[in-house]
């Protein structure tokens, strides 16, 4: 199994590379800027990219999106994030960012394959209503949901503190404390280290 992490633009958001590091296929996790970068990784190490996959809409998730030339998923309730810059919150900072629509429309449930390895989408809404988590064997990517000691913002038009409070208790924290969490920012924990440490849980 492959995982990867690349740190990228201005917000410093993680994109993460995730597939078979033998059949070189992967998924590209939240491109939320310098596709370049990105790109060298991917050329350097001979990988397949098969699809983009964006944890939710706002800007510095979805910034590189289009340049891979590739298909995108994301949830079906974050959909419209991806040609709207007010709600995916570039309008805020100054420029209008829309990339490509979503050529799959992803729901809770859902497994995604790539080589023998796969992802199963967890809905977590609250940072927005299509927030997503995507768990792998003993690993999840928590997007913009959970942190190290810390968890997604909620002050943002369509967010709920309240439903990101159950996402993380109800759907998170009932995952094996081993379970390496791959954030949206910053880096990495597991469960058992946040459902004890994280001080925003309560």
Do not use: Q
């Not at 995507?134 to 369509?158: N, S, W």
Request: glycine share 12%; proline share 4%; net charge negative.
């Amino acid at each position: 199994m492959l995982i990867k992490r690349i740190v990228v633009g201005p917000l410093e958001s993680n994109c993460y590379l995730f597939g078979d590091e033998a059949a070189k296929e992967i998924f590209v996790i939240d491109p939320g800027g310098d596709y370049r970068e990105i790109k060298s990784v991917i050329d350097k190490d001979g990988l397949k990219p098969k699809a983009v996959i964006n944890t939710h809409g706002h800007g510095d998730h979805i910034g590189a999106n289009k340049e891979f030339g590739i298909s995108i998923w994301i949830h079906r309730l974050d959909a419209d994030f991806l040609i709207d810059p007010s709600k995916n919150l570039s309008g805020a900072f100054g420029f209008l960012l829309r990339t490509k629509t979503a050529s799959r429309l992803l729901e809770d449930g859902d497994i995604l394959n790539i080589g023998k390895y796969s992802l199963e989408v967890i809905h977590t809404p609250g940072h927005t209503p299509g927030s997503i988590c995507l768990k792998a064997e003993g690993a999840i990517f928590t997007g913009d949901t959970l942190f190290c000691e810390g968890i997604g913002r909620t002050d943002f038009a369509y967010g709920s503190e309240e439903d990101i409070m159950d996402s993380i208790k109800e759907k998170l924290f009932t995952l094996k404390d081993n379970y390496v969490i791959y954030p949206g920012h910053g880096p990495s924990s597991t469960i058992g280290h946040e459902k004890t440490n994280n001080p925003f849980v309560i």
